[in-house]
T-cell receptor
């Protein structure tokens, strides 16, 4: 099965700073790379995704970059705000429509 | 469109009992996946159903089973409950064909005593 590692496991930044979370995966057949955000007590929600034929995708303050050769993709959040505080999961699609959640990164944005 | 719904929202069971959880996907979605979420193990994939067939399966014992009905509603069953089965069980639906975004339900909080 797909081995997914996510780093760091916790990240604390000051409001307005940038945050970067990295995800490495093992299945070279993976071709879909989403990031989910789960706020405390709420359900996970997709925030951005990228397919393997694209190296970078941006949506306002968030962006995802993909290095398929090295088998890693990263989430970038700029100008962080308190509402960005949540757990973030990378979820590479390991072939056959099977999604494997990473271990999660607890992001805390401090005022 | 109405979102994914799960029933019941909370459940308390005793060791050795069995439990059935229900999930109604977004209208038109044919894929339903189930996940177990615990503080220690994170979010773990249980199985996925598509058009009434189990398409993917995670690494859980045979005590965990599921099924999907013709209207895409899905049920998950856990037999011979153990204390370690206490968790939040989330289901998620997706379009299923070339559309991987998972829409999650609110979850069922299962406590085994």
């Amino acid at each position: 099965g797909e081995n997914v590692e996510q780093h760091p496991s916790t990240l604390s930044v000051q409001e307005g700073d940038s945050a970067v979370i990295k995800c490495t995966y093992s299945d070279s057949a993976s071709n879909y790379f989403p990031w989910y955000k789960q706020e405390l007590g709420k359900r996970p929600q997709l925030i951005i995704d990228i397919r393997s034929n694209v190296g970078e995708k941006k949506d306002q303050r968030i962006a995802v970059t993909l290095n398929k050769t090295a088998k890693h993709f990263s989430l970038h959040i700029t100008e962080t705000q308190p509402e960005d505080s949540a757990v973030y999961f990378c979820v590479p699609e390991g072939g056959g429509n099977k999604l494997t959640f990473g271990t999660g990164t607890q992001l805390k944005v401090e005022l | 469109k109405a979102g994914v719904t799960q029933t019941p929202r909370y459940l308390i069971k005793t060791r050795g009992q069995q439990v059935t959880l229900s999930c109604s996907p977004i209208s038109g979605h044919r894929s339903v996946s189930w996940y177990q979420q615990t503080p220690g193990q994170g979010l773990q994939f249980l199985f996925e159903y598509f058009s009434e067939t189990q398409r993917n399966k995670g690494n859980f014992p045979g005590r965990f089973s599921g099924r999907q009905f013709s209207n895409s509603r899905s049920e998950m069953n856990v037999s011979t409950l153990e204390l370690g089965d206490s968790a939040l069980y989330l289901c998620a639906s997706s379009g299923g064909t070339g559309s991987y975004e998972q829409y999650f339900g609110p979850g069922t909080r299962l406590t085994v005593t």
